[in-house]
């Protein structure tokens, strides 16, 4: 093993190279008393902690993508005292974590907002993590953390450990893999013909997308005519 002040270089050097922040839609509420704070109607806290302190700042409802760029360009910003300094041929370990109630798709949305923002500005990101590392009670919302890596560091994410919270990934980088959107088939809404966006999208004649444009159709009114009674099924439970 290590002596006591190898980890502890280790770990100030780790600190040094790593920078979060979080954003949330509404606060967490202690049990027994009301919400923390208060975020208005349209409008995202900014920087806010962990244990239910607010943000250092607000801005209004955005898409997933504008609040990553907005919370990464503030974390790497050299004006600001705290910032991480993230240069073009980095590579960094990415933690994207839910801060109570945010759901796993939204997390992964932002995951893949952030990764192209790191790839556009050239830094290469070696570790995704994604989940619950730390929570703030209900609190709607997410934090990014970013560390810089080198051999070291790498090698202490991906070894082996008995931590309950720590969730084990697949120890590949997340910048090089390919990611694509599959050509789609798409239905006119004149069943008389089916339309193709891409030479080589699937194909189906003429007569089966006749019925399958109408099986579809009839399923989706169906939904829309069942709203109500789904929405009572859903309230229920």
Same mark, same amino acid.
């Given at each position: 093993g290590k002596s006591l002040d190898e980890i502890v270089g280790a770990v100030k050097s780790t600190i040094s190279n790593m920078g979060t922040m979080g954003v949330c +839609?509404?606060?967490?509420?202690?049990p027994g008393a009301g919400p923390m704070f208060q975020v208005p109607h349209d409008t995202i806290? +900014?920087?806010?902690?962990?244990h239910g302190e607010a943000g250092v700042g607000q801005m209004k409802m955005d898409t997933a993508e504008k609040v990553v760029e907005k919370v990464l360009n503030h974390m790497t910003n050299p004006d600001n005292t705290s910032c991480l300094e993230v240069n073009k041929g980095d590579s960094v370990a990415l933690l994207v974590n839910n801060l109570g109630s945010t759901a796993y798709l939204e997390l992964y949305i932002i995951a893949r907002d952030a990764i192209k923002y790191l790839e556009a500005r050239g830094v290469s990101v070696d570790r995704t993590y994604v989940g619950p590392f730390v929570t703030s009670q209900e609190m709607a919302g997410m934090s990014l953390t970013l560390l810089r890596l080198d051999n070291t560091r790498r090698q202490c994410l991906d070894a082996p450990t008995t931590a309950h919270a720590w969730f084990p990934v697949c120890p590949s980088p997340s910048t090089g893999t390919l990611r694509t959107t599959r050509p789609r088939v798409q239905l006119?809404?004149?069943?008389?013909?089916?339309v193709t966006t891409a030479a080589d999208a699937p194909k189906v004649e003429k007569g089966t997308a006749q019925r399958i444009f109408h099986a579809v159709s009839a399923v989706c009114q169906s939904l829309i005519s069942a709203e109500e009674q789904l929405n009572d099924l859903d309230r229920a439970c």
């Open positions: +839609l509404s606060p967490c509420s202690v806290e +900014l920087g806010l902690g962990v006119s809404t004149n069943t008389q013909e089916a």
